[in-house]
């Protein structure tokens, strides 16, 4: 089936540092959706791109559609500790007429006491 | 937020019994999902409906059904339990297919 693949599979940060991540993937996506998810609770949207080359923004967090559409990036910056959690991006594609989002299997972020 | 509830959030079973976890949502929204959360695995989609008696299988369908008798709720039936369903279950809706909500997940346990 497709993948992607997203990395890395965990980060440990100083308060303060910036933090990238991303998703990558053989195949092409029609939109890129961030979604964070903390413990015990279900993901919540953080961002969507919905064309190649897109560049959105949400407080601290900035996300890019790559230009080939095939990737996405993540940006947090200046990270402070409720920024803790696990990262997941989804592509959506259309593929035998239905859409399809594919989950990438997350970033876990921890910040160094 | 979206709302959607999930009921029960928690829930101890034996191998061998049948178990019916239910979502329920106020958007009207007309695409409802509910995927199995497992560490190493991320996010797998188990079934999907598309409107009121209106269904489909996704990658991990196998020993579960669903259905959808009213847009509100969608529920996950599995027959017989095993060991291997023991998860997190979380639903999720979405009203223009792109952008999902999710709920706040049911915590399976088969013993």
């Known amino acids: 089936g497709q993948q992607l693949n997203q990395s890395p599979q965990s980060m440990f940060i100083q308060e303060g540092e910036d933090v990238s991540m991303n998703c990558t993937s053989s195949?092409?996506?029609?939109?890129w959706l961030w979604y964070k998810q903390e413990p015990g609770e279900g993901p919540v949207l953080l961002i969507a791109l919905y064309k190649a080359g897109e560049l959105t923004s949400n407080g601290r967090l900035t996300a890019q559609f790559g230009i080939t559409r095939k990737d996405s990036f993540l940006n947090i910056s200046a990270s402070i500790p409720s920024d803790v959690g696990i990262y997941f991006c989804?592509?959506?594609?259309?593929?035998?007429?239905?859409?399809?989002?594919?989950w990438g299997a997350g970033t876990k972020l921890i910040i160094k006491p | 937020d979206a709302g959607i509830t999930q009921s029960p959030r928690h829930k101890v079973t034996e191998t061998g019994t049948p178990v019916t976890l239910r979502c329920h949502q106020t958007e009207n929204h007309r695409y409802m999902y509910w995927y199995r959360q497992d560490p190493g695995h991320g996010l797998r989609l188990i079934h999907y409906?598309?409107?009121?008696?209106?269904?489909d299988k996704g990658e991990v369908s196998d020993g579960y059904s669903v259905s959808r008798s009213k847009t509100e709720d969608f529920l996950l039936t599995l027959e017989s339990a095993t060991s291997s369903q023991t998860s997190v279950y979380f639903c999720?809706?979405?009203?223009?297919?792109?952008?999902?909500?999710f709920g706040p997940g049911t915590r399976l346990t088969v013993l």
């Open positions: 409906s598309y409107g009121v008696k209106d269904t």
């Open positions: 195949s092409i996506f029609n939109t």
């Open positions: 999720a809706i979405s009203g223009a297919r792109v952008e999902q909500f």
């Open positions: 989804a592509g959506q594609l259309l593929r035998d007429s239905n859409y399809q989002l594919i």
